[in-house]
């Protein structure tokens, strides 16, 4: 499975940006997606989950009412909608894949078995 992110951009604090991540994969409705960030100096972090289905997501606190997952199994994609962003939301986010169900595991990047360049999200105060 190859991932490709988009979307990353300079925006201002407060601001709106939508971030895509497209999947080659005739299976794309069997992986479960996240999105992780990565500011420099600082290690990987989680930042939202979805499942196969859509049916499901998972937010990190820092992010929470902020931020909306979803999917578009038809069209192979996940995005990620971030309103409102600050300044310490600025980082390299990528999107990962995982075959697998359930939650307990879904915030540890080790978990993930394929994912995408990184896409640069800066954001000005």
């Known amino acids: 499975v190859q991932l490709q992110a988009s979307g990353g951009g300079l925006v201002q604090a407060g601001d709106s940006l939508t971030l895509s991540c497209v999947a080659s994969t005739r299976s794309f409705s069997s992986y479960a997606l996240s999105w992780f960030r990565q500011a420099p100096g600082k290690e990987r972090e989680f930042v939202a989950h979805?499942?196969?289905?859509?049916?499901?997501?998972y937010y990190a606190d820092s992010v929470k009412g902020r931020f909306t997952i979803s999917r578009d199994n038809f069209k192979n994609t996940v995005f990620l909608q971030m309103n409102s962003l600050k300044p310490e939301d600025s980082a390299v986010y990528y999107c990962?894949?995982?075959?697998?169900?359930?939650?307990?595991?879904?915030?540890?990047?080790?978990?993930?078995?394929?994912w995408g360049q990184g896409t640069l999200v800066t954001v000005s105060s």
């Open positions: 979805i499942n196969w289905s859509g049916g499901a997501t």
């Open positions: 990962a894949a995982v075959s697998r169900s359930g939650s307990s595991w879904l915030s540890d990047p080790v978990n993930y078995d394929y």
